[in-house]
Nanobody
Framework: QVQLVESGGGVVQAGGSLRLSCAAS????????MGWFRQAPGKEREFVAR????????YYIDSVKGRFTISRDNAKNTMYLQMNSLKPEDTAVYYC???????????WGQGTQVTVSS
């Protein structure tokens, strides 16, 4: 069973950048599809981006395309989310999640807060 720990959140001005990390332990990292989700105050958690097992396929929601980049380093058991040109509407708690083959995301981190000030 994999355990996930996010880091890298913080407070940044609009237009700034942050890089989130998701460190995995307790499982074979390369056997999990990985994703980033976020939950803004008063809103439901939403999917942000996902990456395939080897990192050769990615997908983003429209609102972050061209600004966010998801990546993974299977040798380091770590996934990343590079966030550029941040907007106040990106403010949320960001979660990383892992999915076994043929399963939905069933392992979650504790979340890291990202706050973008205008």
């Amino acid at each position: 069973q994999v355990q996930l720990v996010e880091s890298g959140g913080g407070v940044v001005q609009a237009g700034g950048s942050l890089r989130l990390s998701c460190a995995a332990s307790g499982g074979t990292f390369s056997s999990y599809r990985m994703g980033w989700f976020r939950q803004a105050p008063g809103k439901e958690r939403e999917f942000v981006a996902r990456i395939s097992y080897k990192g050769d396929s990615t997908y983003y929601i429209d609102s972050v395309k061209g600004r966010f980049t998801i990546s993974r380093d299977n040798a380091k058991n770590t996934m990343y989310l590079q966030m550029n040109s941040l907007k106040p509407e990106d403010t949320a708690v960001y979660y990383c999640a892992a999915a076994r083959p043929f399963n939905d995301y069933d392992y979650w981190g504790q979340g890291t807060q990202v706050t973008v000030s205008s």
